[in-house]
């Protein structure tokens, strides 16, 4: 069965840390580029970062210098290291895959597999 499992949410005061994971079953993650997504209640999900193939990462605006993406192709996972979380990074986070690339179009949301999400929340 083809599927995403993310993990690693959590609840973390402002200023903390938190690395969700985005583990692959079914298919090997190698040729699928990974999107990370966050939705908010009552809000519009919203594209937090792509991760490529290759090496090219993007982030979002609001993420940008404060979370980072990686791979770990032997375990078959993709890792969204946020940093300097701030009571607006508080979201249900899902990551996604597709074969097609980044490009210009991975905020749009058209990714073929999705996770269940994870949830994170930011309060002291």
């Known amino acids: 069965q083809v599927q995403l499992v993310e993990s690693g949410g959590g609840l973390v005061q402002p200023g903390g840390s938190l690395r969700l994971s985005c583990r692959a079953y079914?298919?090997?993650?190698?040729?699928?580029?990974i999107g990370w997504f966050r939705q908010a209640p009552g809000k519009e999900r919203e594209g937090v970062s792509c991760i490529s193939s290759g090496d090219t990462i993007y982030y979002s605006d609001a993420v940008k210098g404060r979370f980072s993406g990686s791979r770990d192709s032997a375990k078959n996972t993709v890792y969204l290291q946020l940093n300097s979380l701030k009571p607006g990074d508080a979201a249900v986070y899902f990551c996604a895959a597709r074969t097609i690339g980044c490009g210009t179009t991975w905020k749009s949301g058209a990714f073929t597999v999705w996770g269940q999400g994870t949830q994170v929340t930011v309060s002291s």
């Open positions: 079914g298919f090997s993650l190698e040729d699928y580029v």
